[in-house]
């Protein structure tokens, strides 16, 4: 199983980018799929998920400036995307995809992910 993230870099407060996240190895049909980021210093936080079915849950930290999506259509590979708008320097972290099996997505933390994919690195200049 491998999930592949991609699509870090840094932006200017204010700006926009979109996160990629491509899994592949086994089915996830079943699995909720989003995102974590770690700042300096911090523990790892959930930011956004979304379930087998197209249900999203956000932290409340980021509602109403990320928007997470996903596309299943490949059997052999899934795809999920976190796109941050009006980025804040707050936001800077390492964006980490991960995957869970089920659907109650309120209950995610990094204790109960069953699969991680290495970070990228998000940089919010002010």
């Known amino acids: 199983v491998q999930l592949q993230a991609s699509g870090g870099g840094l932006v200017q407060a204010g700006g926009s980018l979109r996160l990629s996240c491509a899994a592949s190895?086994?089915?996830?049909?079943?699995?909720?799929m989003g995102w974590f980021r770690q700042a300096p210093g911090k523990e790892r936080e959930f930011v956004a998920a979304?379930?087998?079915?197209?249900?999203?849950?956000?932290?409340d930290s980021v509602k109403g400036r990320f928007t997470i999506s996903r596309d299943s259509r490949d059997n052999a590979k899934n795809w999920v995307y976190l796109q941050i708008d009006s980025m804040e320097p707050e936001d800077t972290a390492v964006y980490y995809c991960?995957?869970?099996?089920?659907?109650?997505?309120?209950?995610?933390?990094?204790?109960?992910?069953?699969?991680w994919g290495k970070g990228t690195q998000v940089t919010v200049s002010s």
């Open positions: 991960a995957a869970e099996w089920g659907y109650r997505l309120s209950t995610w933390s990094a204790k109960t992910i069953d699969y």
């Open positions: 979304v379930s087998s079915g197209g249900t999203t849950y956000y932290a």
């Open positions: 190895g086994r089915s996830f049909s079943g699995y909720g």
